[in-house]
Each structure stands twice: as C-alpha cells, then as structure tokens.
C-alpha cells in the first residue's frame, strides 16, 4: 500500500499531451476545409472549427484563439474535458475518409494554451451599454454569460459562493484530463473583459435575489446542481462513505498524498463521475477499484471512451446490482447489492463511494421569484434566449439541463447573453420569451 | 522486363534517368555515386571561367506542409577550377564507361573562347557537351546564359561556333524565360543543334521574411532573382517540352527537365517527346536513392502498359496536344457523385458555388447534407472533381449527344453544336 509521490504524479499526469509547434501544424494542414463544416456543427458551441485550425496552419495563433474564445470562452478546458468523440471528432469527414478524424482538440488546446500563456483574452469588451447583467455563478455557464456579456457591452458582476472560480472545471474534472490550475487560470482570463467578481457571496445569504433584480436589468442563473444524491440505505453514514464530487474536489485542491483512499474501494454507480471516481481511486493507490451499478452494461450512462479508460486502469464492473446497505462497526466494512435474480451479494470494501448523480439545487432556485421548474427540479427556459418564467431572469447549465458538459453549459451561458440583448432587457420594451420549444435535457448519470 | 536502354542523338545511356547540371553533378565523386545507385547519364556542372558564388545561394515555396513545392537558386556555375573538373570528368568517363557522361557548358561570348573550351572538354573522353544558354540569373549580367538563350540570333551563333569543333553531340539548353519556347528552339536546330535540353529554371523571387522583410533566399538582408524549379514547374516544362516536340522545324532530339521527381513523372515527359529526362531538385533533396523506385515504377508501367521497351512511348502522346481551336465542342461529360463514397465535406459544393458555374446543389431532404450535380446546369469544367478529397467519388461521366465533332473552325463556317449547359437557363 502507498504509491510515491513519482509514482502518484506519473498517474495524474495529462493522458492527452500538449501538440509542439510542428505537430499542430502538420495536423491543421489534413484539414480538409469543409463547407459549413460537420465539426462546428456537432459543437454545441459552434466555434468554427476550419477556420481556427486553418490559422494554425498559417502560424496566426492570435487569429486562432480569437476565433475559438469568441465563440466558447472556456475553449482551452472544453479542448481537454470535451467528449470530442461523441461531438467535432466524431462528425469529422476524415473519421470516415482516412479512418483518422482531425485531432480538433489537441489543435484548439494548441491555441488557446497561446492565449493563456498571454494572461489575455483575444478580444476585448464591447462599449459600454449602461444596462447591467448579474451572473450567479462563476463555473462555465456563467463564466460564459459574463464574457459574452461583456462583449455584448453589459456591466457584469459575477457572484459566487466559494472562494473559488470556475465551478466544477475547478473541481471536478480529473487532473489527468485539466488541471485545477489550467481551470483557474482560464477564469481569470474573463475578469481582464472586465467584469466584477463578488466570491463568497451566496444568494440568500450575502446577496437576496430581490437585491440582485433591484440592481441588474437582468440576472443569469448559472448555479448547476446541489450535493450527491444520497443511496437511502442503511449504513450510509458510516465512516467511509463519501460522495463521488467530494473525494475528486480533494483530489483536486489538495496534494495528493493528503487524500485518503481505501485499499477495496466500491464505487456505486456507473456515470462519467463514477468512472472518474473509480479510475482516480485507483490511480491513487486502491489495490481494487470497482464499479457497481443496478443495470447492465448496455445502460450504463458513461461514455465508452471513459468506460475504455477505466477497464485500462484495471478497474473492475459489476453489473445488476443495486445497493442494500452498507455494513461496518462504525467504518464500512461491507457493501451489500441485490443481484439480477434477487440474492444478496456483499463485497469487502473500506470505502464505498457514491456517484448516483447530483440533486437540483431546489431551496436555491425554489426562492427565485417567478422561476419556474419542471418536475424534476429543472429551470424551465426558452431554447433559444434562455429566458425563464421570469422576463428578467435568465438561466442555463446543470441547472437547466440537469448535468451535461462543460460545453453545454458554455453554449448557455454565452446563449443568455444575447439572450437578455434580443429580449430588450433593460430597455423601455422588454419582452417575454415566445419560442414555444423548450429546452430539455439529455441523457444523465 | 521492359528495355529501359535509351539512344539520344548517339549517345548511348542504360536508362533515360540522368542528372540535370546542378549541384548533384558538381564533383567526381557525387557522379560516381550517382552512376552506381543506378542513374543513367549525368550532365555535368556547368565549366567555363572562375567565378565566386555568394552565401545562401538557395531559397524554397512549401505548400501546406510540405516542403520543397518549388525551390529557387542563385548559385553561378561551378566554382572549382576547369583543371580540376576536366581531371575528375576523365576519371569517372574511364571507371563508367556504359554510362551518359555529358558536360554543360558556359563561356563568354567569343569564338576563341567556345572552340577552347569545345576542345579540352572533349580531350575528357566525355559523351557529348550541353551549351548552357538558360541560367537565369548573375550570369545573365554578364551576357551569358540566359541572355543568349533570349535572343535566337545569338544562340544560332555560339551553336554554330561549337559545332565548327566539336566531335562529340551539342545539346542546346534552352531558357523557359522567353514569350515563346519555339523561336529559340529553332534556332538551336539552325545553328547544327544535335538535341535540345530544355526547360533550364524559371525567373524568380521566392518570397519575403516577414519577420525581416527582407526576400530569400537573403544575402545578407537583400536578395537577388533566381532559378526556380521543383514540381511546382513542371506543367511549365511539359508545355515547353511538348512545343518544342511537335514545331514541324526543330525536330531534334529531347532532353527533358521540370520538376521530375518520379517515375510518372519521367513517363509524361517522355510520352510528350522527352528521350532522357534530367533531374536535379528532387535529387538535392532526397539524394541519388530516389533513382531506384523510377527505374523500378518505370520498368512495371512498361510492362503493364505491354511497351517492350522506353524508348517506343517517347512522343505517344504528342498527337493528342493539339491547338483549342481543333477541340471538339460537341464533346460533352458531366460530374458524377458516388454517394456511397461522399464523405459530406461539401467542397466540390462550395467550389462549385463560389468558384465555377453554380451546378452542384446540397440535398438536405434526408437530414444529411448531400451534394448533388444538376446536370443541366452542368457544363463538365472537372473543378469538383479536381477538389474532392476522396479518390473515385467524383467522376466526369460522358454524355451522348448524338451529334458529330464540331471544332471551333467548324463552328464558325456554320455547323451546328449539340445542346449545351447555359448559365442563364436556371
């Protein structure tokens, strides 16, 4: 037991590297250049894709980081975090053409790595409007609305209840794909557009939302979603149970020889945070990691290429199984599931962690005057200017969506700021959002 | 196994792959390696008075990646001294006595001065001489070169003075710098020519540092008009080459030069009425080796193609360079999409769109984004095709229009053309 701190670092270090100058250049001339190109497309961002990388190609990365930051302010954590596979690599031509799609990620990491090697975004604010936009919540959704409406020529204060910037790109996401400090670093980029940050202020406690509607023509909610939901079962509160955001926010705040991880962990659930508990446990030392989920392999949330990742890291899938209680003299020393068939299987295990998916932020988002939700806890908004129930108040990320990507929540953000533009909030003429579709969310683990 | 052994104007050669007068061939030994990694015939640096070259002498175009599309020279003729070059011709004649030994030529303009030169250099025992009448650049200043290449009468002349002497055959180099290939050609021929080498490099200046802003290749801070060269020119070379071949008057021998890096390469040359072909950027940057695949690809054309031997596909193709005028327009294709094989990058669309004749629309019934040819708005131009990515997807299939080869002259005494695409129609 007890990995060095070596052999730690080696098992955090970044799985996907960094292109050097010659690499992304031979890669950005396979570009083909497509017409309206399937790439840009398939990102919920739209950024367009031909045109960034054909900048690399010219050695404009200037020119480049513009193009992908002024359409996806977190371009340089979506280049890592992205599920690429499944959005621009996946529609790329060449997937089909030479069987090798266009490493659009790495590429746009090669850009936006130019910018935040700056301190600087590539474009500046627009002049000022004198209408103002409150942003609650400073992780990508309304990082994204802030710099869009800055841009737009909004006065923007962010406000944010930790001590901390950029949301679960902070804290969530595993090391090996973005670090906290590459997280961090790309918030900061959003404050040079010049909007305010109030940290540590919470709505409902530092600020009241009728504080926030009296001093802001309009107010984006970008709050994402509450704790871990819990299992229901007994023994849940015993010494080694942990939620699944917990165990990877110390991972990622903390030196990594300070977290504790246990030699047998069970880890309940098999979304893209379980498989990203499950893997980093692992990394860190746990002799056996393992996945228990009630249905089968076929339905299990994650996508393939983490599913592939945490078969790589010899973690280990048990399907069929929903949890029963958890057993121990005041520490976990057993997890029982239920099979498929009914019997009981239990498993020695000295920590069990819990990644059944985040509950809305219901109390939050319950005392937002005149915003309406669905039935599971969602802020219902217009799909187009992500206005909700309330004229002036606008929504987007996890919080609509229920738990999607980064680059959704990006999309949102940046979605609203027009948004409040089009809607004439602030203006003598607001109006109410007409679209009749409404947004609604994808698959969730 | 095809015969790959070539016979130009008497000179004999195991296959029509020689070095072009360049750098390659500059010293004995580069020659000699050149010969055992299996080229045919060499042409030898250019000989004539000491001259002093300058540093960076060349400068390159990349395309997209890829390095070395053109490249460009200002480099003079060889640099070493005539006693030198003659001693190591003589050497690598006597040790590869089966191989093409020829050796470039440039003095000034004087009678005394050809004869002189004519005369030690083939005491050497070479095969035959090539009067450099091409180089482009700083001799050019100095009344040689490319500066007897552009003036027919003066290339007749110094022809006509080498030939008084000379036993061995004259290949003339012709510059690509003149407004028509032919006229310089014939004077070559007028002057006793035995075969004519052509294209020597295009005038050229390769670009501007733009950290620097000064052009390259750069001189310290300034630069100069050089030879340019390399595959971007052979399209330049194959029109020349082909003119040169069918003018009525010249009918000389071939040797031909222009961006030949491989053995397609080398085929379309000859097929334009090439009988050797010479080589030199692709040599300077792959070295000698690349020689092995053109006599190998060659050879296999050959046999595929059931020639027995090269030297029968040296103007096959000639007949069919003929003047626009004697184009047929009733001849008529149009561009075909092979769905199974469209990837849906949509550039033969937007090329079509932006770029041509707005005969390519996208199909989005099915959700998808296909691009599909309005055949009547179709007027055959191949741009779609020459754009897509991925081989045999497009392909310009011929349309019947029943009606007999009308040619502009016909045309313009009265006949009749088939129905036609037309803009305006949609």
Redesign the interface.
Known sequence: MGLTAEQIAANFAEVVPAMTEAEARAEANRCLYCYDAPCTRACPTHIDVPAFIKKIATGNLRGSARVILEANVMGGSCARACPVEELCEGACVEAMHEKRPIQIARLQRHATDWALARKELPFRAGADIGRSVGVVGAGPAGLSCAAEARRLGFRVTVYEARELLGGLNTTAIADYKLTAATALAEAELVKGLGAEFRLGCAVGREVTWDELLQKHDAVFVGVGLGGTRRLGVPGENLKGVMDALTFIEELKLKPKRDVWVGRRVCVVGAGNTAIDAVTQAKRLGADVSFIAYRRGEAEKPCYDFEYDLAKKDACLFYWHLAPVRIEGDGRVERAVFKGADGREVAFETDMVIVAIGQAPRSDLLGSAPGVKRDEKGRVVVDAVTKQTSNPRIFAGGDCVNGGKEVVNAVADGKAAARGIEKMGIGTEKPRRHESTEVSRSGKNG | MADLRIDIAGVKSPNPFWLASAPPTNTGDQVARAFDTGWGGAVWKTLGEPIVNVYSRYGAVDL??VKMMGLNNIELITDRTLDVNLREIRDVKRRYPKHALIVSLMVESKREAWHDIVKRVEDTGCDGLELNFGCPHGMSERGMGSAVGQVPEYACQITGWVKEVARTPVFVKLTPNVSDIVFPGRAAKKGGADAISLINTINSVMGVDLDTLAPNPSVGGKSSHGGYCGPAVKPIALHMVSAIAKDPEIQLPISGIGGISTWRDAAEFMLLGATTVQVCTAVMHHGFRIVEDMIDGLSNWLDDKGFARAQDIVGRSLPRVVKWEELNLNYQHVATIDRAKC?????C??ACWDGAHQAIRLDTTSGM?RPVVIDEACVGCNLCKLVC??EGCISMSPRETGAPGVTWKDYTKGAKLAPRAHHDNH
Do not use: A, K, T
């Not at chain 2, 990837?343 to 550039?347: A, G, S, T, V």
């Open positions: 997209n990646g990837i849906e990058c949509d550039l669309y937007i984004r990515p991925v």
